[in-house]
């Protein structure tokens, strides 16, 4: 473990940072450890939100991954998000989903409303 810490600025920095890190791991609050390991901690969110940033997830997966933990079928979307045209319509993007859709899909799925209301992204054609 290093004795200074020193900005992150590279990929080496970046591993070095998530070892000592992990030394630190359990460090009491308010100790010369635990202070250590805050301020390694924000370095780290600092350089992963602009190097290694994690996209938000897409409105449609998000429900397929929903789906597919609750072992629902399409059939079972049908008091959500309407017909079986719709439904089809909305997990192959092709039809936006409405506030409506959104409102019980995020009541009765559980599924962020802020997720839901991103734009889904198109397919690769």
């Known amino acids: 473990m290093a004795t200074e810490v020193k ?3 590279s990929e080496a920095d ?3 940072a998530l070892e000592d890190i992990a030394a630190l791991w359990g460090a009491k609050s308010g100790t010369p450890a ?13 350089y992963e939100a602009q190097h290694h940033p994690i996209d938000p997830p897409d409105p449609v997966e998000a429900i397929k991954f929903r789906m597919d933990q609750q072992g629902m079928t399409r059939k ?12 089809a319509e909305v997990l192959n993007r092709k039809r936006s989903l ?27 054609a």
């Not at 979307?77 to 045209?85: F, K, Q, S």
């Not at 019980?104 to 802020?114: P, Q, T, V």
Request: glycine residues 6%; hydrophobic residues 40%; proline residues 3%.
């Open 76 to 87: 079972d979307l049908e008091d959500i998000i309407g017909t079986r045209t719709r439904i």
């Open 7 to 9: 900005p992150i600025r």
């Open 98 to 124: 409405s506030i409506g859709m959104i409102r019980r899909l995020h009541d009765r799925l559980g599924i962020s409303a802020e997720v839901l209301i991103r734009p889904s992204r198109k397919e690769a």
């Open 34 to 46: 635990g202070d250590r390991l805050d301020v390694l901690a924000t370095l780290i969110d600092a």
């Open 14 to 16: 970046y591993e070095a």
